[in-house]
């Protein structure tokens, strides 16, 4: 029994150490973590209203469906999005996944910037989260109901827009010890997100009690 009880200690023993080594071999290949911080402003700095969002919206994306049942029509139009090595798709309760193809070029790209940007910063690498896409009329007529905020004229409605939290990531590896806080992970989406702003890219809004970024493809 004592023999018994001594090996167990010996195994667990030797999965600490193990443990401890692959932490350690992680930080070697990764390298300090450099110093993150966004010299900006969230609201000033992403501060396009809706009817900035909503005039690209119209003119580049689908006319809007009054239902689920005509969504299923101009979805033809568009191309669904699934979570995927660069993004997570929440589950949706008043959206539908699926945006028009510059849209969905977009969302990809800001997945990848962002874990570019991690791993340029030796950082654990997180993807983003998609917390709403497309919405239908019925749609956004039923979250005016449970969020008074949301607009009536919502861009939406034409396959151009979804929003991405800037409160919660998901970590890809698990056994990467080292986890960065929201409120950085939240810096370095922000500067992701202001560059593509800056290339013309998008118009985005912060989002501050919905705690997401609104983000509405531009096309030249």
Not at 47 to 55: E, F, I, K, M, S
Not at 89 to 103: F, G, K, Q
Not at 187 to 195: E, K, N
Request: aromatic share 8%; hydrophobic share 35%.
């Amino acid at each position: 029994m004592k023999k018994t009880i001594f090996n167990i200690r010996l195994i667990l023993a030797a999965l600490a150490v193990s443990a401890t080594c692959l932490s350690c071999n992680k930080k070697e290949e990764r390298g300090e973590l450099k110093r993150i911080w966004y010299n900006g402003s969230y609201n000033r700095d992403f501060n396009d209203l809706n009817d900035v969002h909503l005039a690209e919206a119209k003119r580049i994306g689908i006319t809007p469906a009054s239902n689920r049942e005509e969504a299923e029509k101009v979805k033809d139009d568009m191309d669904e999005i699934k979570t995927n090595e660069y993004y997570e798709v929440e589950e949706l309760t008043h959206s539908i996944p699926y945006l028009v193809p510059s849209a969905v070029k977009l969302l990809e790209d800001i997945g990848r910037n962002f874990q570019d940007s991690l791993y340029n910063l030796n950082a654990s690498l997180y993807k983003v989260k998609v917390t709403s896409v497309t919405r239908t009329i019925d749609d956004v007529k039923n979250l005016r109901k449970r969020n008074t905020n949301s607009s009536q004229n919502s861009a939406h409605r034409y396959g151009t827009t979804f929003d991405i939290s800037w409160v919660r990531y998901t970590k890809i590896d698990e056994t990467d010890t080292l986890n960065i806080d929201k409120d950085r992970l939240k810096m370095v989406l922000a500067m992701v997100l202001r560059d593509l702003k800056k290339e013309d890219r998008c118009y985005i809004k912060h989002e501050r009690k919905q705690g997401c970024f609104h983000i509405t493809v531009r096309e030249k």
